[in-house]
């Protein structure tokens, strides 16, 4: 029972890093840049989701509805203001220092206007573990048994949503096969009459707005602050290049490998070392095989 608990901590976990990744994934396939700046995002996405529904007193999912529009119009923002400038320059890594840039911009900013402590964030279904297989009690409750935390399972069953609903939404619709062809050809997508930088706009847009919602899910199993999203941004981008940058599938695998593993080391071997195995499967594969486990290797025509 412990074990299955782990597992599906672990998988709850990994599925927040799943959905930055995909963010990252996202943009990487129409624009070939990275938004560095995404684990910031899933910052304000918890940041925001905190003010309106603990301080204000929001319904919950009205006050996703706004984390996402926060995240959409954020997204935007960030496109042009940070990268098409560097992109328009030609600057090689002129993006990556913007993004970066522009997410120690958001985090001070919610340092310096919101706060610099830590805040529990309820959740919506409730704190308390749901309880199976344990032993009845005189006053109804469950004891024992496998306890699941309902944010956990709110968490896989939304980040899978989401994830399906961006895959269907790329098979099934004309707007989504154009964002295929733009990743595909960028040229070949521009000849068929694809305008390729509302297309750019749109995949940065959905990927801060992914971000966003992470950071909502996430709050109620750590702690709301200014510096949350850090570590599990670094820790999403690694996920990205164990599964492939390039496959939406690779990515969450990415994730899932990564918050199992953390998982269970924690519990079997020292929480100070549950990073380790991540780690050296992200060095292994950097050296032997650098496009991940789903990735494509790159092939560059002279």
């Given at each position: 029972m412990q074990t299955l608990q782990l597992l599906i901590s672990g998988v709850a976990q990994g599925m927040i890093y799943a959905l930055v990744a995909f963010g990252y994934n996202i943009t990487f396939a129409t624009s070939k840049t990275l938004n560095f700046s995404l684990g910031n995002f899933l910052m304000l996405g918890g940041v925001v989701g905190f003010i309106l529904y603990m301080t204000h007193n929001w319904p919950f999912f009205a006050a996703l509805a706004a984390v996402v529009l926060v995240g959409m119009v954020g997204g935007a923002v960030l496109l042009k203001v940070a990268v098409e400038p560097s992109l328009n320059q030609r600057s090689a890594y002129g993006?990556?220092?913007?993004?970066?840039?522009?997410?120690?911009?958001?985090?001070?900013?919610?340092?310096?206007?919101?706060?610099?402590?830590?805040?529990?964030?309820?959740?919506?279904?409730?704190?308390?573990?749901?309880?199976?297989?344990?032993e009845p009690q005189p006053d109804g409750s469950m004891s024992g048994g496998l306890g699941v935390y309902p944010q956990e399972v709110?968490?896989?069953?939304?980040?899978?949503?989401?994830?399906?609903?961006?895959?269907?939404?790329?098979?099934?619709?004309?707007?989504?096969?154009?964002?295929?062809?733009?990743?595909?050809?960028?040229?070949?997508?521009?000849?068929?009459?694809?305008?390729?930088?509302?297309?750019?706009?749109?995949?940065?847009?959905?990927?801060t707005a992914i971000a966003t919602v992470g950071g909502v899910l996430v709050a109620p199993i750590t702690l709301v602050s200014a510096t949350m999203g850090t570590v599990l941004g670094v820790k999403a981008y690694s996920a990205s290049i164990i599964g492939g940058l390039e496959s939406g599938f690779g990515v969450v695998v990415g994730g899932l490998f990564l918050g199992v593993s953390e998982s269970l080391t924690a519990r079997f071997v020292s929480t100070g070392y549950k990073d380790v195995p991540g780690f050296v499967v992200l060095v292994l594969l950097l050296l032997f095989k650098p496009s991940g486990l789903f990735g494509r290797a790159a092939i560059r025509k002279v």
């Open positions: 993006w990556i220092l913007a993004t970066l840039a522009v997410g120690i911009v958001l985090r001070n900013a919610a340092e310096v206007f919101w706060s610099t402590d830590d805040f529990k964030f309820r959740s919506p279904l409730g704190d308390s573990p749901w309880r199976f297989f344990g709110l968490i896989i069953f939304v980040s899978l949503a989401i994830v399906a609903a961006v895959e269907l939404f790329k098979r099934r619709t004309v707007f989504g096969k154009a964002v295929v062809a733009v990743s595909e050809d960028k040229d070949t997508a521009s000849l068929m009459g694809i305008d390729q930088k509302f297309v750019i706009l749109f995949s940065f847009m959905l990927s």
